[in-house]
């Protein structure tokens, strides 16, 4: 079995031999995350600058138009202060920047090329350049703003996520044409006990959307991946009827592992570490090889259903390195099937 069938297996939940990894010690994983963090060879330009220092704070602007701070020295991604569009009324005159120029994907291009002539060909993942709906258009309008214009400006704001929605798609098609087997997107929708904004919202304004483009990446044979954290547990029914393949999550535990499972049921895959709020900061080695048992017991327990990661910004929380390695010693060792 390859790494790329035992991904497909797993995701659709038809039976691999053990879990997928994508794990950063002990051994050989089984995905080729590309995106822009990940893969440096060729000219992939960057969608964010440097951290500039001034005085206690520091401050980049990315491709968006976006200024970010943080305090000096913090390794975090830091917030958005400055938002390009100040008015939502005049979303229109905002130019978009060249996320889905092919010559940028250079780097994406060579890498999987040499994936699919290797003896063992992982699954590529690909992120869209456009990989963002909710986060992309609160990030460049400010949240506040946002919020407010649920219900002071519903036509303006739909009409923006509109346009997002539509380069998100060319995005689909640019990773399809690449050679990618699936596709990642970005919205975080929960907070730690409950949606950021009442479903009824997220049903008029973004599940539309996502029901197309996902069927668009549907019908281009790629899978789709979503990352959103938070309390999201009522939103995944809905994901999954507008086509969601594999969810991934940092958090588990303020929703329950066996609420997931129950809620997912034979539909869903996850995309997980162990819970980065309450077990890799505070639990001892046994403990955290009981919490990934309890990960196979359910989310990974239907023929499928679970891969492996470790949480991609561990300075960003502080993350003991030695509890790191011991959650991927317990995936490693925990994760066969018979």
């Not at 994983?29 to 001034?54: C, E, F, H, Y």
Request: aromatic share 10%; net charge negative; glycine share 8%.
């Amino acid at each position: 079995m390859t790494s790329r069938e035992r991904v497909r297996r797993a995701i659709h939940l038809q039976g691999p031999d053990r879990i997928p990894h994508y794990l950063p010690v002990g051994g050989e994983n089984d995905i080729l995350w590309a995106a822009p963090w990940t893969i440096v060879n060729g000219p992939l330009v960057p969608d964010i600058q440097p951290w500039m220092q001034t005085g206690l704070i520091e401050k980049r602007i990315d491709a968006w138009g976006v200024v970010w701070d943080r305090p000096a020295g913090h390794e975090d991604m830091g917030q958005a202060k400055e938002y390009p569009i100040s008015d939502i009324e005049k979303q229109h005159l905002y130019t978009f920047p060249k996320l889905n120029d092919p010559e940028r994907y250079a780097g994406y291009r060579n890498a999987i090329e040499a994936n699919d002539s290797a003896g063992n060909p992982k699954y590529v993942l690909g992120v869209a350049g456009f990989s963002s709906l909710n986060e992309a258009v609160h990030n460049i309008i400010g949240l506040q703003t946002m919020f407010q214009s649920y219900y002071e400006h519903p036509d303006a704001l739909k009409a923006l996520i509109a346009r997002f929605a539509e380069q998100q798609r060319e995005s689909i098609r640019l990773m399809a044409r690449l050679g990618c087997d699936g596709v990642m997107f970005y919205d975080d929708w929960g907070l730690q006990d409950r949606l950021m904004i009442r479903p009824n919202l997220i049903e008029e304004f973004f599940i539309p959307h996502y029901r197309v483009n996902w069927a668009v990446a549907h019908e281009l044979d790629l899978d789709v991946w979503l990352h959103s954290c938070g309390y999201i547990i009522g939103l995944l029914p809905q994901f999954m009827d507008a086509g969601l393949n594999v969810v991934q999550m940092d958090q588990q535990m303020n929703m329950g592992l066996e609420n997931l499972a129950h809620v997912a049921g034979s539909r869903l895959a996850f995309w997980c570490p162990a819970d980065i709020q309450n077990v890799l900061p505070n639990a001892a080695e046994d403990a955290i090889y009981a919490y990934i048992q309890s990960m196979m017991d359910t989310l990974g327990s239907r023929k499928g259903g679970l891969v492996s990661m470790a949480y991609s910004s561990p300075e960003a929380i502080d993350l003991d390195p030695e509890k790191v390695r011991i959650m991927c010693q317990a995936f490693r060792e925990l994760g066969m099937y018979d």
